[in-house]
């Protein structure tokens, strides 16, 4: 297995935001970092549970904590008078970085300039709902906000996507931005990631601070395939440590892939506050960089890497390095792992098929 550092499949273009640091700099290089221009961040389905978790998090800092941002939040119009609430919130709370707020529903105005583009809102499944309905409804939010993305978003966007179907939604918004480097696209498993963490740290008795190189394969749905056979803990191969193969199968990988579902039959609702930190956790790492000897999981477009088809946005391992990521190569593939990664990726593929014949991409 190469080290994290030995990536070779990159993404385009550094950000060019003026004064762009990480989160971890100097003192020095904070004092430029907060004269900076804002760092221009759109938020869609800005009002919905998510993105109400989200917003207070970004204006306080937790995406870049020496950089003023300004929020620019789309919404649909019978949902702006709510929004006008959280952002009378938003200038409550007196946030030393929050340096705008601009709302509407027009795509294009809000759109216009922004750095980086968190497409949260989505149309969610409803009673009797197919899934040809469902991809049909999401196809036409994220066609309309791929052309307006395309036409005004700054040079250097990165634009990620955390509604769901995650992955197809992100592969409709970057086939209708012919003009954005399809590097710039990214569909949120993150979630799942950090989920995976979660569980891997219950089960050793270890911190999540102590687990690295966890990988979520293929797509944010019920066939994603959680890989501890990569993962380790304090340096041990994880899979070895746990020495359990039931365990693995039976509990690990359905309470990963089926946490969103668990959540909602405890809770009612959809994940929201865990979905808004995933989401920022992707965010950060991809403008400022994953840790050394890490890496991360997301959803990027295929070269054909692992197998799995070109063109699909699919969830690899990846490290990330000032706004672009690089497929982690060469790792092993067991006949155990090679038939989840299928199964996952044979989804995305019918997902692309659907989309293809409803004239979305």
Known sequence: MPAADQPTTPGRALLASAGQTSPT????????????????????????????????????????????????????????????????????????????????????????????????GARPRGPGMERGDLLSANGAIFTAQGKALNAVAADDVRIGVTGNPANTNALI?????????????SALTRLDHNRAISQLAAKTGAKVTDIAKMTIWGNHSATQYPDLFHAEVNGQNAAELVGDQAWLENDFIPTVAKRGAAIIDARGSSSA????????????????????????????VSSGEYGVPEGLISSFPVTTSGGD??????????????ARIDASTAELDDERKAVTELGLI
């Open 25 to 120: 700099s100097s003192r020095e290089e904070k004092t430029t970092v907060t004269s900076a221009e804002p760092l221009k961040v759109a938020v869609t389905g800005a009002a919905g549970q998510i993105g109400y978790s989200l917003l207070f998090r970004l204006a306080s800092g937790a995406l870049a904590a020496d950089r003023p941002i300004e929020l620019r939040l789309l919404e649909i119009e019978p949902a702006l008078k709510a929004l006008e609430g959280v952002v009378m919130e938003l200038d409550d709370c007196a946030f030393p970085l929050l340096s705008g707020v601009e709302i509407g529903a027009d795509a294009e105005k809000i759109f216009d300039g922004v750095n980086l583009a968190l497409l949260v």
């Open 173 to 185: 918004a970057m086939s209708n931005a012919p003009d954005i480097p399809r590097e710039r696209f």
């Open 325 to 338: 990521w690089s497929i982690v190569e060469g790792l092993e593939i067991d006949d155990f792992s090679r």
């Open 273 to 300: 506050a865990s979905a808004a930190s995933a989401t920022i956790d992707a965010a950060r790492d991809w403008l400022f960089g994953s840790a050394a000897d890490d890496w991360v999981s997301m959803a990027v």
